[in-house]
């Protein structure tokens, strides 16, 4: 059953790809396209489970986002370089009392291979996916997606999939060999999606006032600029004129959303720029983002990455640097009183992010003692590492 909420806010290949997505159709739903081919026996479409919240995407279709019961296909990334964002988005599942399962058999996407280097494969990073959604099926449970990377390509992926028998015969081969059947989801469903959709039960339990913070928002491009007519748009967001996943979280949890001119900029990270173009594209994209709110908020590994790590390289052309950078789930778990360290572990983060907990009225030198000691006693030997009873206590 859905649970009502207020409507808010192929082609031939290029060199060096075997097949391309063709461009949006908005009269098409390629969902339509996924079913048809599950009637033909083609794949396994696994469904949304209930109870799930109807959101509105670019064009006007509904999606489903399901509450709970969800496989969460994390970010090598995030887990790499901004562990608090993982630990985020679990805990807020937690507190919320929703079940998810944390898988230890998933793989790489191999997204960002693709995207970066293109040494890839169409086969090999379509079985990639299909495995991933295979190993989820298998335990019951709906897949969520960390990534924003992972997210864009997988929806490339399945349009692929869906216009290209040849390739659904590769994969299916590979498959085969691997003892899992081709498995294409109802939905691909990011997680900044799931927090979109829970967003006024955290703004519910939320014991921080934000109402004297300002955001300014990075919406990623692997977000919304790849599959554009899958993203969510309200039009209670900038008149529907851009997604609204992050912008009115930021909302209902009562921040000011500030806007700024160079919002549709990549961060630096997207596609090939993190290889040829690195320090420009970096560089540049903090001088044009980061220069006047309380912290950016966004909803992408690359994005926080760069955003927060590359402010150093603006302080040579003395810019306004020192603007803390986070996902909206370490926002939003901040909000419902999440440890900034435990739980959010801003200690990850290179930009000055002191000034916001004060300002959110979080006593971070109280919350540094207490985890300082949680470090002591695993120095000691009295603890291998911090459980989630340490994380929610």
């Not at 191999?110 to 079985?127: D, E, H, K, L, R």
């Not at 081969?173 to 999606?193: A, N």
């Not at 703004?203 to 109402?211: E, I, L, P």
Request: charge should be neutral.
């Amino acid at each position: 059953m859905p649970i009502s909420l207020p409507v808010v806010q192929s082609a031939p290949a290029p060199k060096g790809r075997a097949f391309a997505r063709s461009a949006p159709d908005p009269a098409e739903d390629i969902r339509e396209k996924v079913f048809e081919l599950e009637a033909k026996g083609e794949w396994i479409v696994p469904r949304v489970p209930e109870p799930w919240v109807p959101v509105t995407t670019k064009y006007g279709r509904t999606k489903k986002i399901p509450l709970q019961h969800t496989w969460h296909h994390k970010s090598c990334g995030q887990c790499g370089h901004i562990p608090g964002y993982s630990t985020s988005i679990f805990w807020l599942h937690r507190k919320l009392g929703l079940d998810y399962n944390d898988p230890r058999d998933q793989t790489s996407c191999t997204a960002w291979n693709y995207y970066a280097s293109a040494t890839s494969n169409s086969a090999a990073q379509a079985a990639v996916a299909v495995r991933n959604f295979a190993a989820a099926h298998e335990t019951g449970y709906f897949p969520q997606i960390h990534c924003g990377t992972s997210y864009g390509h997988y929806k490339e992926v399945r349009e692929e999939l869906v216009r290209h028998p040849e390739l659904r015969a590769q994969v299916r081969d590979i498959m085969g060999k691997l003892g899992k059947p081709l498995v294409m989801p109802e939905e691909i469903v990011h997680y900044s999606e799931w927090v979109y959709a829970v967003r006024d039960r955290i703004a519910a339990r939320q014991v921080h006032d934000f109402t004297g913070v300002t955001v300014t928002v990075h919406p990623a491009c692997h977000y919304y600029k790849l599959v554009q007519e899958d993203a969510i748009y309200d039009p209670d967001v900038y008149g529907g004129q851009r997604t609204a996943v992050v912008s009115a979280v930021a909302q209902a949890l009562g921040a000011k959303v500030a806007d700024y001119s160079t919002w549709f900029d990549c961060c630096g990270f997207g596609f090939r720029h993190i290889l040829v173009q690195r320090d420009f594209t970096r560089s540049f994209a903090v001088q044009r983002k980061i220069e006047t709110p309380d912290v950016t908020l966004t909803h992408d590994t690359g994005c926080v990455t760069t955003l927060d790590k590359s402010q150093f390289a603006a302080q040579a052309h003395d810019k306004k640097v020192g603007i803390p950078v986070m996902s909206e789930a370490q926002f939003a778990a901040l909000a419902m009183g999440a440890h900034p360290y435990r739980v959010c572990q801003l200690h990850w983060h290179s930009a000055e992010y002191r000034p916001l907990l004060e300002k959110m009225g979080i006593d971070w030198r109280e919350a540094w003692r207490e985890f300082e000691d949680d470090c002591e006693r695993i120095k000691k030997g009295e603890k291998h590492f911090l459980t989630w009873e340490d994380v929610d206590a």
